[in-house]
C-alpha cells in the first residue's frame, strides 16, 4: 500500500519555524520527485516547493525563497520542508506528492498555523 504521512505542523508566532516531514512507504521513493503543496483556508491549491528524485535540484515558489528549503533523505524515504521566518499568509495545510511521469502519490496533509 503505497502512503506519504506528513508530519510536523502546528501552531507558531510569525517569525519562527517548523519542519515538516513526509514519510514515504509502498513504493520505490528515490524514483520519485518529492513536491510541497498548501492550502489555505478558502483559497486553492498553491505549489511551494520540488525536489528531484536524487536532490541534485530544487524549486521554489518565488514567495517561499529564501525562507523554505525542500531536501529528502532517500535511505529514509523521508521529504523535509524547512521553514523559517514564517508568515501568517503561511497558514495552510502543507501536502506532500511523489511524482514519476504520470504517477502521482499524495498525502493527506498537515496544518500549519501561523498567528501570535
Known amino acids: 500500500e503505497v502512503q506519504l504521512v506528513e508530519s510536523g505542523g502546528g501552531l507558531v508566532q510569525p517569525g519562527g519555524s517548523l519542519r515538516l516531514s513526509c514519510a514515504a512507504s509502498?513504493?520505490?521513493?528515490?524514483?520519485?520527485?518529492m513536491s510541497w503543496v498548501r492550502q489555505a483556508p478558502g483559497k486553492g491549491l498553491e505549489w511551494v516547493s520540488a525536489?528531484?528524485?536524487?536532490?541534485?535540484?530544487?524549486y521554489y515558489a518565488e514567495s517561499m525563497k529564501g525562507r523554505f528549503t525542500i531536501s529528502r533523505d532517500n535511505a529514509k524515504n523521508t521529504a523535509y520542508l524547512q521553514m523559517n521566518s514564517l508568515k501568517p499568509e503561511d497558514t495552510a495545510v502543507y501536502s506532500c506528492?511523489?511524482?514519476?511521469?504520470?504517477?502521482?502519490?499524495w498525502g493527506q496533509g498537515t496544518q500549519v498555523t501561523v498567528s501570535s
Open positions: 506528492n511523489a511524482r514519476l511521469s504520470w504517477t502521482y502519490y
Open positions: 525536489v528531484t528524485w536524487n536532490a541534485a535540484r530544487t
Open positions: 509502498g513504493f520505490t521513493f528515490d524514483d520519485y520527485a
